[in-house]
């Protein structure tokens, strides 16, 4: 399975910005996906997660709650993250992962990442 990440940026405080991840390479359906953040030196985060059978979410931080939003396109097998209300703090390189077996998060599969930049 491969995962390819786009959207990342440099955006204002309080700006918007939408990370697509893209799906391929799998024969089976996925089974969760979620979106992740990592600095040098820090513990990765998760963030939102998402199961693609599921309307809602599964899992979404404290530190993101009411501000980003997971989405997924099953037939493009894409997975999308909405971040509204940017702050400087979530200057970060985000990933998405994906569980293909219904093993758990983070699964076995990971984007190589996107750069976020937020100015304050």
Same mark, same amino acid.
């Given at each position: 399975v491969q995962l390819v990440e786009? *959207? *990342? *940026?440099l955006v204002q405080a309080g700006g918007s910005l939408r990370l697509s991840c893209a799906a391929s390479g799998s024969t089976f359906p996925i089974?969760?996906?979620a979106w992740y953040r990592q600095r040098p030196g820090r513990q990765r985060e998760e963030l939102v997660a998402a199961t693609t059978s599921s309307a809602a979410s599964i899992y979404v931080a404290d530190s993101v709650m009411g501000r980003f939003t997971i989405s997924r396109d099953n037939a493009e097998n894409t997975v999308y993250l909405q971040m509204n209300s940017l702050k400087p703090e979530d200057t970060d390189v985000y990933y998405c992962n994906a569980d293909l077996n219904d093993s758990g998060l983070p699964g076995e599969y990971w984007g190589q990442g996107t750069q976020v930049t937020v100015s304050s």
């Open positions: 786009s *959207g *990342g *940026g089974h969760a996906m």
